[in-house]
């Protein structure tokens, strides 16, 4: 074996026993860290927890009984808050998760990582219960999740029926949802599903087709009902109007 393979080879098993004595603390630390309560609290997981996760911004507001898996494939950006009874977990080595500044998980938000990055921009919220899994899943910015909402990024095959679901293989197609959208309460949204930019889903709907952009969809499965028309007719009467007033005011001055 050459020196280069062989300094090679004692680099990547350093790494290796590093990433697996990170991992029995985290197993120890964190689940010891999430239960203690009041400010003390989420002082003392701000500063440890940065030992363990890849990325955790400046002011993260972490409170009690908050559950995480896999800390080193999981970025937390700056001012988040995430309420009690969140998960987060990152199953396999291929997975991560991304969570943007000033975000909010409200209480019992469950992500679960399958496969790929489930990624969350800037400024949006998740309400109560809601659940995201699966493979890659991308929330843009300024998005609002109501509560029990599900977000599956994944399916299982059943083509074979002499072998049982659960042996069968997974796809993992992935999920879009653009930035300034607006999901109702209990909205489900399938694998392969792009919900386009400003869009807004009714309540309960079921999303299993692509959503333009600017649209309003309801019922299941999702069907788009109408646009939110940028030009609105009242609106440009009324900017017309006040270009009129200021053409007349200068011609008179």
Known sequence: MSPEKHKFEKKNLQKAVVSKLISYLEAIVVPLLEGIPFLIGRVLRRLIY??????????ACIRTDVEFVGTERIKIG??????????????????SINIGDKVTLDKGVDI????QEIEIGDYSY????????GGSIKIGKN???????????NNHTFADPLVNIREQKSSFKGIVIEEDCWLGSG?????GVKIGKGSVIGAGAVVTKDIPPYSVAVGVPAKVISK??????NAVEMKNSMLKTDTHTTTTV
């Not at 679960?112 to 496969?115: E, I, R, V």
């Not at 998740?126 to 899994?133: D, K, Q, T, V």
């Not at 909205?187 to 694998?191: L, S």
């Not at 939110?228 to 007719?233: F, L, N, P």
């Open 187 to 191: 909205v489900r949204v399938v694998d």
């Open 112 to 115: 679960k990582a399958n496969y």
């Open 228 to 233: 939110r028309d940028k030009t609105d007719k």
């Open 50 to 59: 940065r030992i363990f996760f890849a990325e955790l911004g400046a002011s």
């Open 126 to 133: 998740i309400g109560p219960y809601a659940c995201l899994s």
């Open 143 to 153: 998005c609002l999740i109501a509560s029990h909402s599900g977000i599956y990024a």
């Open 78 to 95: 700056k001012l988040i808050s995430l309420h009690r009874g969140v998960r987060m977990r990152c199953l396999i080595k291929n997975s």
